[in-house]
């Protein structure tokens, strides 16, 4: 079960990783690069390092969301091809 | 340019690929990070610095310096972005982002909770996970959540003008004081008093750094926030 | 997980960190560029803490009815103020990025290039 659980999590931060990757609209590539910072932080959790995760899913998922998206408003959504 | 930055990848992916090899396995006990240091910690921590939650104690106590450092790094970081001129004039800036009611009714619900979450996290710290970082991850959230919601004049009323610069240096200068303190009883600088008739000065110099950590970074990150968007 | 004699944590670690070095050096818009540092960054945490792991342990909390092996506060520690520094990094970055926009028009490395 454990396992099972640790997988879905590897194999779901890799596709949000890859997502961010290649995702050309900014505002969905921030978005998705919050959702990979929500299952590392899942993941941390899981795992016995309830501290890491509090202060990830705060300032990495959310903090740092935010500021991403206030400079894509200041700037340009999409990224040139 | 793609083809150069590929095969970088490639080549840094076949050094980890050797590297990750050599690893020992990490779930196993008898890996070499649970001896040495980490042995003693775990063993002598709760006794050595009066904390139960060994990653506090290693922050504050064992490891204090990195930690010093650490809020000076965000304290720079604020003053650079302060320093930096603005982009775009304020006068033709909105004075808030158009918000949708289901965004400001949720925020307004769960902005009591949050502070309280963060206000337990801070006050125990010490037996449960939490402490002064933590706590400043999450009041900073919450600032940011806030300034979203309220406008630039109402995030304002949030941190009075006149205490804003000493609460966003509230932790290099508490760092600063209690460093000295610890100097002036020990004679090492951060030093905490190990002696039992000093264990009062001791729990309260802890509080003292978990309280400023907390509240300055709190505030540095709502500030960040607040400077970015103005 | 070790299937095969692979540490599959670690492996999944190093291939986010490939992932986020590919977009610092491939992309040449500078919020992607900030993007991948940020996988990167993460990807460095998940080692560490990682490293730190034990079979069924507990968190490194010593409360009443926690059982050894705990996990090792080091890397714990050290990840916490990590964390707190990367978004430190990324406020500034940004806001540098904000100003090259205003200033230039454009995002992109290789048109910023062009420019005098």
């Known amino acids: ?81 | 340019m793609k083809g150069w930055a590929l095969a970088l990848v490639v080549v840094v992916a076949a050094t980890l690929a050797i590297g990750v090899q050599g690893l020992p396995t990490h779930d196993a006990p008898e890996a070499p990070i649970h001896d040495h240091v980490g042995a003693r910690y775990v063993e002598r921590g709760v006794e050595e610095t009066g904390m139960r939650n060994l990653v506090g104690a290693v922050l504050l106590n064992y490891r204090g310096f990195d930690t010093m450092v650490e809020v000076v790094v965000i304290f720079t970081a604020l003053a650079a972005v302060l320093a930096l001129p603005r982009a775009g004039s304020v006068a033709d800036a909105p004075e808030a982002l158009p918000v949708s009611p289901v965004v400001l009714f949720v925020v307004r619900l769960l902005a009591p909770f949050i502070a309280l979450f963060a206000i337990a996290l801070l006050f125990r710290g010490h037996v449960s996970p939490g402490g002064g970082f933590q706590a400043g991850a999450l009041f900073g959230a919450l600032f940011v959540a806030l300034g979203l919601v309220l406008g630039r004049r109402g995030a304002a009323r949030l941190v009075p003008e006149r205490a804003r610069p000493w609460l966003q240096a509230a932790a290099p200068l508490t760092f600063a004081a209690v460093a000295a303190l610890g100097w002036a009883l020990t004679g090492s600088f951060l030093g905490f008093p190990q002696a039992p008739e000093l264990h009062a000065v001791r729990e309260a110099m802890a509080l003292a750094l978990e309280v400023a950590i907390a509240v300055g970074g709190g505030v540095i990150l709502g500030s960040l926030f607040q400077t970015m968007e103005a | 997980m070790a299937p095969f004699g692979v540490d599959l944590d670690y492996v999944a670690v190093a291939a986010l960190f490939c992932i986020g070095l590919y977009m610092l050096v491939a992309k040449s818009n500078l919020l992607k560029k900030l993007l991948g540092l940020n996988v990167m960054e993460t990807s460095v945490f998940a080692f560490i803490v990682t490293s730190g792991m034990v079979e069924g342990g507990d968190p490194p909390l010593l409360v009443a009815g926690a059982q050894p092996p705990f996990a090792s506060p080091i890397p714990q520690a050290m990840v916490l103020t990590g964390i707190v520094v990367v978004v430190s990094v990324t406020a500034v970055a940004l806001s540098l990025i904000v100003q090259i926009y205003a200033h230039y028009g454009t995002l992109e490395v290789d048109e910023l290039k062009e420019r005098p």
């Not at chain 1, 932080?41 to 206030?70: S, Y």
């Open chain 1, 1 to 81: 079960m454990s396992d099972l659980f640790d997988a879905v999590m590897l194999a779901l931060l890799l596709a949000t990783a890859l997502a961010v990757a290649r995702a050309r609209d900014l505002v969905a590539a921030v978005v998705l690069f919050s959702m990979y910072g929500l299952t590392l932080c899942l993941v941390w959790q899981h795992r016995g390092a309830p501290d890491v995760a509090i202060t990830e899913a705060a300032v990495g998922a959310g903090v740092t969301t935010v500021l991403f998206l206030i400079a894509v408003a200041r700037t340009r959504r999409e990224e040139r091809r």
